[in-house]
């Protein structure tokens, strides 16, 4: 079992910066990937960024050339959100795979709300 605990998140304004940060716990060496999903209200849930243990990065058409995802070491995996707007505005949840690709979930974090206000 992975436990993941998100941190960061807020209310900013259009053009404003976040970031978030995700620390993976208990079966790490399970985790070939790691990645964020958003949650609009009334939307469903997308992926917004995604990388996997070797480095292969992907991101959402929407958060190209404004968001950047890294890893710190392979327990923690950031989201550095910038010139947000406010379709950006969700619940943004952590996610652990054991598959490198399709982002296919295994673990979640509890989600962590970012507004960007108009």
């Known amino acids: 079992q992975v436990q993941l605990v998100e941190s960061g998140g807020g209310l900013v304004q259009t053009g404003g910066s976040l970031r978030l940060s995700c620390a993976a716990s208990g079966s790490i060496l399970s985790i070939a990937s790691m990645g964020w999903y958003r949650q609009a209200p009334g939307k469903q849930r997308e992926l917004v960024a995604s990388?996997?243990?070797?480095?292969?990065i992907n991101y959402a058409d929407a958060v190209k050339g404004r968001f950047t995802i890294s890893r710190d070491t392979s327990k923690v995996v950031n989201l550095q959100m910038n010139s947000l707007k406010p379709e950006d505005t969700a619940v943004y949840y952590c996610y652990a795979s054991k598959l490198p690709f399709g982002a296919v979930a295994n673990s979640w974090g509890q989600g962590t709300q970012v507004t960007v206000s108009s």
């Open positions: 990388i996997t243990t070797g480095g292969i």
